[in-house]
């Protein structure tokens, strides 16, 4: 007979389950994009009702996903020309020995676009999912989006225009990404470009400019130098 003294478990999340748990047998169930819930749940070895107490659908197993997609993608430190986003744009801490402010996006938003290249192939299904239309987490994606921007903005592009060059560049790279997850007999999956002569080529567009507006000056190259480790 149970001890009456013996407190009883309280009922509520399955102490087994967290974040962490739950988004590796996700990354580690094959294709994120077909993964159902009760498969996912079967990985974890606990009923899907315990499952459904931290993520209800699909939905919210995505965005548990990307918010350690952003976590790990995003360089630590903020972008550049202005430290962490939000902060002071006289911070003389973002300035050189000279005085002259970095506002060099381009080798850091390389190596956003690479660890997004490394980390979204690691998942399979993931970009594809992620290029089709349906909610996707406002508060991790919502990070990256504000620290493109700021980056964008540091370097004194207009604030449309940053937003513009941002949409410009998650559609184009996560396009890219998910063409990648698809059949190899596809006839636009011939003959793709190497990741860096695919970037380089959208680095050397942006930012987005007014029509007739100059363009990057020859010799710059966003190449594979800025490609993280």
Same mark, same amino acid.
Not at 16 to 27: G, K, S
Not at 33 to 53: F, K, N, P
Not at 167 to 192: C, K
């Given at each position: 007979?149970?001890?009456?003294?013996?407190?009883?478990?309280?009922?509520?999340?399955?102490?087994?389950?967290?974040?962490?748990?739950?988004?590796?047998?996700?990354?580690?169930?094959?294709?994120?994009?077909?993964?159902?819930?009760?498969?996912?749940?079967?990985?974890?070895?606990?009923?899907?009702?315990?499952?459904?107490?931290?993520?209800?659908?699909?939905?919210?197993?995505?965005?548990?996903?990307?918010?350690?997609?952003?976590?790990?993608?995003?360089?630590?430190?903020?972008?550049?020309?202005?430290?962490?986003?939000?902060?002071? +744009?006289?911070?003389?801490?973002?300035?050189?020995? $000279?005085?002259?402010? @970095? !506002?060099?996006? #381009?080798?850091?938003? %390389? *190596?956003?676009?690479?660890?997004?290249?490394?980390?979204?192939?690691?998942?399979?299904?993931?970009?594809?999912?992620?290029?089709?239309?349906?909610?996707?987490?406002?508060?991790?994606?919502?990070?990256?989006?504000?620290?493109?921007?700021?980056?964008?903005?540091?370097?004194?592009?207009?604030?449309?225009?940053?937003?513009?060059?941002?949409?410009?560049?998650?559609?184009?790279?996560?396009?890219?990404?998910?063409?990648?997850?698809?059949?190899?007999?596809? +006839?636009?999956?011939?003959?793709?470009?190497?990741? $860096?002569?695919?970037? @380089? !080529?959208?680095? #050397?567009?942006?930012? %987005? *400019?007014?029509?007739?507006?100059?363009?990057?000056?020859?010799?710059?190259?966003?190449?594979?130098?800025?490609?993280?480790?």
């Amino acid at each position: 007979m149970p001890d009456p003294a013996t407190p009883r478990p309280r009922p509520g999340r399955p102490a087994r389950l967290n974040r962490e748990r739950i988004v590796d047998a996700a990354v580690a169930a094959g294709n994120l994009d077909t993964l159902t819930m009760r498969a996912l749940a079967a990985r974890l070895d606990v009923s899907h009702g315990a499952l459904y107490r931290w993520v209800s659908d699909r939905d919210q197993l995505f965005d548990l996903v990307s918010e350690v997609m952003v976590e790990r993608i995003l360089p630590t430190g903020g972008p550049p020309g202005g430290g962490l986003p939000g902060g002071s +744009p006289d911070d003389s801490s973002d300035e050189s020995p $000279d005085g002259a402010r @970095d !506002t060099d996006w #381009r080798p850091w938003l %390389a *190596r956003v676009a690479w660890s997004m290249h490394d980390q979204f192939l690691a998942v399979p299904g993931y970009a594809t999912r992620l290029s089709r239309p349906h909610r996707h987490n406002s508060e991790a994606l919502g990070r990256l989006r504000q620290e493109v921007v700021t980056a964008f903005t540091n370097a004194g592009v207009a604030p449309e225009l940053a937003e513009q060059s941002w949409y410009i560049f998650i559609t184009t790279v996560v396009g890219w990404l998910a063409v990648q997850e698809t059949p190899s007999d596809l +006839p636009f999956n011939h003959g793709a470009p190497r990741f $860096d002569l695919f970037l @380089d !080529t959208l680095l #050397r567009g942006l930012p %987005a *400019r007014e029509p007739g507006a100059g363009r990057i000056p020859p010799g710059y190259s966003a190449s594979n130098s800025y490609r993280s480790s």
